[in-house]
C-alpha cells in the first residue's frame, strides 16, 4: 500500500510540476521573484513527500518488489494525470505499454506470494 501511495506521490504530481513550470523560465535571473509560483511549488512539495515515504517504505520492503512496483506505478499514473490535464496520451502502443507494465507488476507481486 505504501509503494502505490509513493507511486501516486510521483506519478500525479510530474504533470503538475511540469503545468506550474510553464511561464517560469521568463523570471528573470538577475532579479527573481521573492515567492515561487504555488502550482508549480505545493506539487513540488508533494512530490517530495512522497520520497521521503518511498525511502521509508525501503526499509521494510523487499527491494526486488519495492522499486519496479513503484517506477512501473509511477508511470502509469503520471500518464492518467496527463490525460485529466488534457495532454495527449499517445496511440495504441501506449495503451499497449500499460497493460504491459501492469501485467509485468502482477507477475512480480505473484512472484513472491
Known sequence: MDLTLVAICWGATNPLIKAGA??????SQKYPQPG???WYV????LNLSGSVVYYYTLGQSEMS???PITNSLTFLFSLFTGL???????????????????SG????????I
Open 105 to 112: 507488476v502482477l507477475i512480480c507481486i505473484a512472484s513472491k
Open 65 to 67: 518488489l519495492a522499486v
Open 36 to 38: 515561487l509560483h504555488k
Open 22 to 27: 510553464a511561464g517560469l523560465d521568463h523570471i
Open 42 to 45: 505545493l506539487p513540488l512539495v
Open 84 to 102: 485529466l490535464l488534457g495532454e495527449e496520451l499517445g496511440g495504441r502502443d501506449t495503451w499497449l505499454g500499460m497493460a504491459l507494465i501492469l
